[in-house]
């Protein structure tokens, strides 16, 4: 079993940044792909961004690309989003997301096995 628990979101304003940390832990853990998906209301879950087990490779969606960088840090077993320049479409429940890869960054939520429970992220104009 492994456990993922996201934390760091809140409400902020539009242009604001806010940062989300995801905490990774289970028994024989190893480090594998690992990824952000968020849920706005009645709406269907969306790919944010991914991150390799190394941490050298990332995928990031059309939305967030040049405002969201992931990060991990893997002596810490946690990955990172950066979130900068926040607009109110960014407001969501995130979720982290684990995968059975690892010399790759999936996009595709059917790619992740493990789920955290989500942290909201509200902006406001």
């Known amino acids: 079993q492994v456990q993922l628990v996201e934390s760091g979101g809140g409400l902020v304003q539009a242009g604001e940044s806010l940062r989300l940390s995801c905490a990774a832990s289970?028994?024989?853990?190893?480090?594998?792909?690992m990824g952000w998906f968020r849920q706005a209301p009645g709406k269907e879950r969306e790919f944010v961004a991914s991150?390799?087990?190394?941490?050298?490779?990332?995928s990031y969606a059309d939305s967030v690309k040049g405002r969201f960088a992931i990060s991990r840090d893997n002596a810490q077993s946690t990955i990172d989003l950066q979130m900068s320049s926040l607009k109110p479409e960014d407001t969501a429940v995130y979720y982290c997301?684990?995968?059975?890869?690892?010399?790759?960054?999936?996009?595709?939520?059917?790619?992740?096995?493990?789920w955290g429970q989500g942290t909201q992220v509200t902006v406001s104009s």
């Open positions: 997301a684990a995968s059975i890869n690892y010399a790759a960054a999936p996009v595709m939520g059917e790619e992740f096995l493990y």
């Open positions: 289970g028994r024989i853990f190893i480090n594998t792909a």
């Open positions: 991150i390799d087990g190394n941490g050298g490779l990332t």
